[in-house]
């Protein structure tokens, strides 16, 4: 006959000694370092405490084991008979002195007792505690995450993906202590540390224990399967929210995927395959904070290095990417150098964090409770051995084309998978090796971002012979790539990055050959993109190696397109100086078609200059020279010039013609970038003949295409003549618009001329508009420009219109100073500014009675703007046909 099991008998005398203290079981819990769980337990008579905790029990109530029923039956009926204190089965139990008649018991199935048959919340004692400072930037963050855990209906489990220090687990920490989230998930938290190497029985043994499977069914639980079954059979309809953070492998990450129907699962991970696999909505992706939150974050850790040192920690910041462990461990270095310390503490602190492998190396002691996951309890906290713990566990092929795309610049760059396989010599295999441990950013397409920090940690681990293998096949790819597509605009753009990386790389490795030859293909979309400064420096150091080896090809070549530079800059005398030395060279060598170019440039610079016959001597030759050779490209240049000459000599037809027959060419050859030019100058053409319509549809037109390249000296020309046209529409407000859009380019892009016409006609739309003291400002500033510039065409016109303004507000005196400057300084050959300066001399006539003298000289205004078709031909008319009324 089988002997029936006995039934647990409660420790009345251990409830009854919290119960006199008047605590709950958590408080008693965390002052003996248990769990409430155990508490209950052990007061139940579930389990009996270990000898540990019997002491830890006795010690706090300050009672023997057998004041607490903590003996075993047979060692407690021994202490009582010793004591006097068994009772007989006829007598009543006494307690505490008392009677049983007179004493009150606490009641095991009673609501008011501690003790409940209804389970308490579990919170996981290895739930980290929060930070000392709240989380910064990361508010969408959290509201993003919270919305998934508590929607728990529609979202079983959320998984959150970035990388090493991104901040994951500190945003899985404030979920497990946010009031709403407890609230929801009434049950409790459950926490699980992975990591690289779990201890995966201890883990789920903590779990089992705190859900209240006995230690009898623990014994028989032998695998991690038995394990998961028996813990969702304990949690069962609780509602909990699991954490699981820092997985590392798919299988050890689903162990622990064990709630229930209330239950939600948060998982964080480095690995986005993991976080694929475990979500069938996707993962949250967390990303690195921007540069104002991160100087926030730093600002937070070292606020005395902050109000000292502002520009050097914005810079600190950006070199780490935004990742918040890396500003962590640097605000907390920053800190302890400047407590109590003086400044030359702080500079030079400062100073050492400018080095990658001191910044990589910065370490703090591991906070036992709060270990990270990913390292050994042993091992210091540093961006060096949280990385490092990820790149130890990667092939050697895949270690090493890690460490050769250090070479590439780093995110917020990007590159594409042709790059990427070219410079680190591998395959496929090893860029998604790289992809999957999180180590390698993939984007749109088949681009890739490598974040600075790994970029760093990277650079830091190469051998030298491996570094200068992969700085030589970047070099060697971005030259090829340039010399493909030299007229493919927006891949030059894309990779203009990788272009730029490479330039440097090769003048710093000493590749000479492949700088030269790179610079001229790479320098014209640098000139057409506006980035005047970075050109110039790059075409320089070019020109000194062609110098070097006595390369004269090269060494006029450059010399061509730092020419083109100063003369985009307004530096008129430095441009001439070029190309009258490089088309000496040119001539020496007897390369026609730098010969072309070099007259077309000197050509361009006479026309700037307002001496028109040396332009037209210079762009003939160098027409007929084109035409000879069928430089298709060249001759179209040379026929925009020669157009340009033509309409500041009032040739507004012929202008026309030779335009038409450059775009034509421009188009056959799809020189997309001349056609923007010439679109343009088709529209000063129209305008100034007074078919402003068509003039818009050719602007229009242009800017498209100009957008389309990205060219930013065309995109400002082609506001600025588009105001133009709105102004004499008296499209005012519009015309405005363009005008200020334009000014904001010309002013980023240095172009010193396109921003004195945008000024000048700033100042025209401002006197229409009544708003005579800001068209003063825009004219001061224009003509200053005009002077600086050395373009007598261009500040013949500003005089011009400063003079209206004179008349306007009744500077008599003033306007007949700039009239006539006007004249004086225009370029022979340019009628229409001397007309219009006449013109404005006429009107200073009739202000001081000389009524006869203004009709003469306003006759003569307009018999030369009569023959030229210019559009202020009847403004001109009608003035004089009222002055004759």
Known sequence: MQTPEMSPQPRILLAQARNDRRLSQQEVADMIGSTYVNISRWERGITRPSPYFRRKLCDFYQKREDELDLLPVRTKEKAARQHGDMATDSSPVALNGKDAGNSTLPSLNSSDSTISSLPQPIYDPAIPLQPAISLIGR????ARIKQRVINKNNVALTALNGLPGVGKTALSITMAHDADVRALFKDGVLWAGLGPTPNMPGLLSRWGGLLGISPTQMANLNNNEAWAHAIRNAIGERALLLVIDDAWKLEEALTFRVGGPNCT??????????????????????EELGIDDSIHLLDQLAPQVIQREQQRVRELAQAVGGLPLALTLMGNYLRKQAYSGPARRITAALERLNSVEIRMKIEEPHVPAESHPSLPIEQSLSIQSVVAVTDQLLEKKTQAALYALSVLPAKPDTFSEETALAVAACQYEELDNLSDAGMLESTSGDRYQLHQVIADYARLQIAPEQLREAQERLVKHASGFIEEHKKDFERLEQESSIIQAALETAHEIGMEVELTKAVS?????LIMRGFYEQAEQTLQQAHDVAIKQNDTYRKAETLLYLGEVAQ????YTQAETNFQAGLQLAREIQDNELICAFLGDLGDIKWRTGDYKQAEANLQEGLDLSKKIEDLERVSKILKTLGNV?????????SYLSFQEALTYAKKIGDREQACFLLSNLAVSEGAMGNYTQAASYLQEGLVLAKQIGHREQICMLLLNLGDVATVQTH??????YLEEGLLISRQIGHREALSVILVNLGTVAVAQNNLSEAEEYFKETLSIARQLNRPHLTANVLNEYGKLDLHQRRIDQAEINFKEAISIAPEGCQDLVALANFGLAKVMLQRGEIQKATITAQESLSTLESMTHSSTNEVRDWLNNLNK
């Open 139 to 142: 508010d969408r963050d959290i």
């Open 265 to 286: 699962h948060l998982v964080t991970t480095r690995f986005p395959t993991i976080a694929t696999a475990m979500t069938v909505d996707g993962a949250l992706l967390i």
């Open 521 to 525: 293909y790479y320098a014209p979309f």
């Open 568 to 571: 985009k800059r307004g530096n």
């Open 646 to 654: 033509e309409i500041n000599q009032g040739n507004y037809k012929q």
């Open 732 to 737: 005012y407000e519009q015309a405005r618009f």
